[in-house]
């Protein structure tokens, strides 16, 4: 028989037939007969034909079902919560708003009336029906005579309008069919008489509408509202924005803009951050954009597009590097200046000797800025990572003595070990789901091997960021070696990056209780332990799944498996663990100049490790730093002995031998940086300045016996302590020199700074400010007069800027005192008038102790005690309240 | 709570804020007797404006270049079973500043539902009107022509652009017997016109329909059996091609149902969102009641 509706065979209304039935109309009839229950009532089968079908067409409509709106009983507590208190607090709101004056009909209202566009030309009949359009039109554009009463209404400025909107009549007319390609969006709103509370809601409108065409991918659109949202408010969402839609369109340059509009308003923004990041890198300032990824990175240590971004970028640096070393904005940074470039200086060394640890490389520099903003948790995942990589090293040695592999997928797994060291992970994962495949196609006689791609591969997801994959492949690399250690703790990573705490807590137990020894288990057990209890409060325990227990046999296991070559292993890694702890913590002590603690730190470094030539050159510009020549040369040797080519190291020398005034041999380094590197800025600087010196140095044996003096003068210098220093200032015609000569003040300032101080005259606040730090760090007064004497004192306070502290007073004041009043009290006069002028300058004075003043006022007795025409006496007494003496 | 009651003569059949300020909140109303009015609601006893609009009843009004929503003057549509459309702008008194009327001689439509749109500058806007006998007509306020008409064969009960503000983008117009279609304006072909996507939501009228004002892809949509249904459209990967002579033609998305409920046996005719409350709306059905709703986890759609 078959059913009333439809007539289908009532054999069709059974479990076999819905089973084998694809045919989802016929299905959906079924459905219907089934719940009409015309046939009999069978909410089983009902259910059944519905998964059917739901299987087969997860939108089929037959699956839509009335629904009754859901009621708070629908929710869990928690949720009724939100909506409720959600709910609650914009009533509140609502209602708060309502008790303010909004109402405010003033003249507000006129004036937006007056920026209301013209009345539509008025009476315009439109046919509704497209046939008679054309024969409508005409007889609309006829000049119908008006009668007197029309006449009287006559507007001239309607009239106007109307033949205005004529004219665009026309025109749109023409254009009518082949539609305007891009409509004319207006860029700015106007807001005359506008409410805040009217501006809030225009803004954001706009703004959403920006994301709406942004969503649909009409960029150009996008940008216009996003701009018309800031014409009314300007907000960083809005400029935040618009910088990805301007970046999507490759608009670099006002993308640039934006992003850096929105880093005014919120510095740390870390969405500006990651779109200047892609601005720079497509500009190609690789160097900035490695800046804005760190800090996002700093920020949020998890953060994988950031990762995989800098990844990429360093490697397009290094790519770069060696054609376009010129300019190049990082090698120059990498010798430059010690305090911002350990990093770089880092990476450079360790990709070239340590060949694949870039990845490494990247996280010991990330792990320092981490440290610094103190943020323990990615300090820690860092080292987990780190660890990682190190069994990933080890595995990857064991792997190719794994005899059990079949040789074309133990080729494919070293290329993919080859590929995951030199940071080229997607390579790798391709790799080594070649390796698998091929395993799997010989069928499963090796689960120890094929574990060991799944983990491997399971790490190129980590690196990428791809966290799911990875965690998946970790979960087959287990199925298949229950209880191995890399993929647990992989896994645990993964899961603690996606947030997924409890899972990751349980992996790490579980390899603790493998081994008990891994350290980066243990911390991040403990971290997130914290966090577990952050977020489920005490009983955070009873919420976490079992954790399974390891057999005894797994633990032995463990160092049998093929995986790992030796015992010792962990121990080498924790050697080269706490080396780089060591290593970190020097480079830090460098960062905040402590070169004293940086020196110790690099020295128990080496006790750990005498290969690393990091080490060596970074103590070796500690020694540079404590004036340590000979213990800076030495240095340098012994990384030239490891390495006869590191420029670094070369540099390094060659400043040294300066130090040590064995000009030739500091002539000759140098020379072998540039030919190294001949784009090398400050090692041609100092190679000139070197060669003065030379030249100096033999010139003045047989010169003159002013310069003969001069010379003995400046080699006692170089040994002097303070006094004899001051002595030698205070002797006239070095002094006069000075003054006279521009170039034998270039030429001897130097020289008597024995130091690299180099004081040429200020062009600009930032090379003054480093002048003066210069100077303020090595107390060195005379450089400091010198630096004075050279100054126009009217461009002090510009120079200045807003740099003015205590300790910079006090030197102007002490070099001032010491070597130029005697010399030229107008001079002083000057400095003293234009240095009340700078910024800062009455903050400074409210903050000098008892002692301090008393040296303003013997500067100041000194003045008046030497008289000048270029002050009177009144002028010094005026000067003198402005200092408040 | 209730604020306040005002009754006035006439019945009224529907009601627009969307030509007024934020600051003055005038409320027009379209009534049976084809009368529009506008309101302020702290003085109701007269109107503020007036006119005798039509000569049977306003069965639908809209309203632009209020609430801060489009560019250019407030101005009002009102569609009447008399056939016409008229659009007025409460500056000008007692003659509309378009007429869209039947060409005498024609046999004139029940003209259900008005919306405005494309009012993205001060110059562009156009008009939409769906009639009884399925007719949908866009007319040009710009260029004063009719720019593109179709027919969905059962009566159109509810037009409206996703915004009226931006450059056209989607149209969605319900019908009588239960369907709706998406059209895609943003692409207008020479003799195709613009792309769509139609719908069956339910065996019943589609009274409305309504794009949430904060995501102008979701709308909801209400139904004679007393149901409301939350779509999504999704856009194709390409939104036009060129057809064989090179003209560019646009490509539909497609619709997906997100949730449905059904409040009541009696139809819902009536519908809104909050423009501040993302998510909440509310809805006026045959059954004399008004409801309130919330829509959560707009935000993960």
């Not at chain 1, 629908?74 to 609650?88: H, P, Q, S, V, Y």
């Not at chain 2, 306003?58 to 008399?82: K, Q």
């Not at chain 2, 995501?215 to 939104?239: C, V």
Request: a negative charge; aromatic letters at 8%; one cysteine or more.
């Amino acid at each position: 028989g078959t059913t009333k509706t439809y007539q289908i065979p009532i054999g069709h209304l059974d479990y076999k037939f819905i089973e084998k039935c694809t045919d989802v109309k016929h299905l959906e009839k079924i459905l219907r007969v089934l719940r009409s229950g015309e046939e009999g009532c069978y909410p089983e089968l009902t259910l059944f034909c519905e998964k059917r079908i739901e299987h087969l067409d997860p939108r089929s409509r037959a699956l839509r079902k009335d629904k009754p709106a859901a009621t708070a009983s629908d929710f869990t507590a928690e949720e009724w919560k939100t909506i409720n208190g959600e709910l609650m607090s914009w009533v509140t709101e609502m209602n708060e708003d309502e008790k303010k004056p909004q109402f405010l009909r003033t003249d507000t209202l006129h004036e937006r009336q007056d920026n209301l566009p013209p009345i539509r030309c008025s009476s315009s009949c439109l046919p509704a029906n497209q046939n008679k359009k054309l024969q409508n039109k005409q007889r609309n554009k006829k000049n119908i005579p008006r009668d007197y009463s029309e006449w009287d209404k006559f507007d001239v400025e309607k009239e106007c309008s109307k033949i205005d909107e004529g004219c665009e009549e026309n025109n749109s007319k023409a254009r009518f069919f082949s539609r305007p390609s891009l409509p004319i969006i207006e860029k700015k709103i106007d807001t005359t008489g506008m409410t805040m509370k009217e501006k809030v809601f225009i803004a954001t409108r706009e703004k959403e509408k920006g994301n709406e065409a942004f969503a649909v991918g009409d960029y150009v659109e996008a940008v216009s509202y996003y701009t018309r949202s800031i014409s009314v408010i300007p907000t960083a969402a809005a400029y935040n924005n618009k910088a990805q839609a301007e970046i999507k369109l490759q608009d670099w340059d006002s993308a640039l803009q934006d992003c850096e509009k929105v880093l005014d308003m919120e510095p740390g923004n870390i969405k500006a951050l990651m779109r200047r990041a892609t601005v720079h890198n497509q500009l190609q300032n690789y160097q900035a954009a490695i800046e804005d990824l760190n800090k996002v990175l700093c920020v949020e240590p998890e953060n994988a597009i950031a990762k995989k971004n800098l990844l990429e970028i360093e490697k397009k640096l290094k790519g770069l590097m060696p054609v376009s070393e010129t300019q190049g904005k990082g090698k120059r940074i990498l010798i430059q200046d010690i305090e911002d470039s350990e990093g770089d200086e880092e990476r450079g060394e360790n990709t070239e000797e340590r060949g694949g640890s870039k990845a490494e490389d990247r996280e010991t520099q990330k792990q320092k800025e981490s440290t610094e903003s103190g943020l323990k948790k990615g300090t820690s995942q860092k080292k987990t990572q780190k660890h990682l990589s190190d069994h990933e090293g080890a595995g990857s040695a064991g792997g190719g003595s794994s005899a059990s592999l079949p040789p074309t997928a133990a080729k494919l797994k070293c290329e993919g070990n080859e590929l995951f060291k030199s940071g080229q992970f997607g390579e790798a994962v391709l790799k080594y789901s070649e390796a698998i495949e091929y395993v799997m196609g010989l069928g499963e006689q090796s689960p120890d091997d094929l574990s060991v791609l799944y983990s491997n591969r399971a790490a190129c997801y980590l690196k990428e960021g791809n966290c799911s994959d990875c965690i998946q492949d970790c979960n087959r690399a287990l199925e298949l070696q229950p209880f191995s250690l890399k993929p647990l703790l992989r896994r645990a990573m993964a899961n603690e990056s996606m947030e997924r705490y409890r899972q990751a807590y349980i992996d790490y137990k579980t390899v603790l209780q493998i081994d008990s020894s891994i350290q980066a288990a243990n911390d991040s057990a403990n971290r997130i332990t914290k966090t577990l209890i952050d977020q489920d409060g005490p009983s955070w325990r009873e919420k976490l799944p079992p954790i399974p227990v390891v057999p005894v046999a797994a633990q032995l296991h463990r160092w049998d498996g093929g995986n790992f070559t030796s015992d010792s292993k962990p121990r080498c890694e924790k050697a080269e663990e706490k080396f780089k702890t060591l290593k970190n913590e020097g480079n830090e002590f460098v960062k905040k100049g402590k070169y004293e603690e940086a020196v110790n730190k690099y020295s128990e470094c080496m006790k750990l490790n005498t290969e690393e030539c990091t080490i060596y050159t970074n103590r070796a510009l500690c020694y540079l730093k404590l004036y340590k020549y000979e213990e800076a040369k030495q240095d340098c040797d012994h990384v030239l002995q490891i390495e006869d080519s590191n420029i670094k190291a070369f540099y390094r020398r060659a400043l040294a031998y300066k130090g040590l005034q064995n000009y030739q041999a500091s002539v000759d380094d140098f020379n072998r940086v540039l030919l190294i590197d001949p784009n090398v800025l400050e090692a041609k600087k100092e190679l000139e300045e070197v060669t003065q010196l030379l030249n100096l140095h033999s010139s003045a044996v047989a010169g003159s016996q002013q310069k003969q003096r001069k010379k003995i003068t400046i080699q006692e210098v170089t040994e002097s302590d303070e006094q004899e220093e001051r002595q030698f200032v205070t002797s006239e015609d070095v002094v006069t020199d000075h003054v006279t000569s521009k170039e034998a003040v270039q030429n001897s300032v130097p020289l008597k700074t024995s130091e690299k101080l180099r004081i040429s005259e200020p062009s600009n606040a930032y090379d003054f400010g480093q002048i003066i730090n210069a100077v303020n760090t090595s107390k060195d007064k005379a450089a400091c007069a010198d630096l004075l004497t050279i100054t126009d004192p009217k461009k002090l306070p510009v120079l200045l800027s807003n740099k003015l502290e205590g300790e910079i007073f006090l030197i102007f004041v002490q070099s001032l005192e010491y070597y130029v009043v005697g010399k030229d009290p107008g001079l002083v006069y000057q400095h003293l008038f234009y240095l009340s002028k700078a910024e800062r300058f009455k903050v400074v004075l409210a903050l000098l102790s008892k002692n301090e003043k008393e040296q303003v006022q013997q500067l100041f007795d000194l003045l008046s005690e030497t008289q000048n025409n270029q002050y009177s006496l009144e002028d010094l007494e005026s000067l003198k309240k402005v200092y408040e003496l | 709570l209730f604020l306040k009651k005002i009754e006035k003569a006439k019945p009224l059949k529907c009601g627009t804020f969307g030509a007024t300020s934020l600051q003055q909140r005038y409320f027009a109303t379209g009534d049976f007797g084809g009368n529009l009015n506008i309101w302020n609601l702290e003085a109701p006893e007269i109107p503020v404006y007036s006119v005798k609009g039509h000569k049977e009843i306003i069965n639908s009004i809209d309203g632009v270049g209020g609430l801060g929503i489009g560019e250019g003057a407030p101005e009002i549509v009102t569609g009447s079973r008399d056939g016409t459309v008229k659009v007025w702008d409460p500056r000008q008194k007692d003659t509309p500043v378009a007429n869209m009327e039947p060409v005498q001689g024609e046999s004139k439509r029940d003209c259900w539902t008005v919306a405005f749109g494309n009012a993205y500058n001060q110059e562009e806007r156009v008009v939409c009107a769906g009639y009884d006998n399925g007719d949908i007509k866009l007319f040009d306020l710009k260029t004063m022509s009719l720019r593109w008409e179709t027919n969905i064969k059962n009566g159109v009960c509810s037009v409206e652009f996703d915004r009226k503000d931006v450059n056209m983008n989607k149209l969605v117009a319900t019908s009588l017997e239960g369907k709706f279609h998406v059209f895609d304006m943003r692409t207008q072909h020479p003799t195709k016109g613009f792309a769509s996507v139609s719908e069956k939501a339910q065996k019943s009228t589609i009274w409305q329909v309504r794009h949430l004002p904060q995501n102008r892809d979701i709308f909801m949509t209400s139904g004679g059996a007393g149901s409301l249904h939350l779509w999504k459209y999704e856009y194709p990967a390409q939104r036009s091609k060129k057809d064989s002579e090179g003209a560019e033609m646009g490509v539909a998305g497609s619709v997906s149902l997100l949730q449905n409920v059904t409040l009541s046996t009696q139809p819902i005719s009536s519908l809104d969102w909050s423009p501040d409350k993302k998510g909440l709306c509310v809805c006026g059905a045959f059954d004399q009641t008004v409801r309130v709703l919330i829509v959560t986890k707009l935000n993960k759609v």
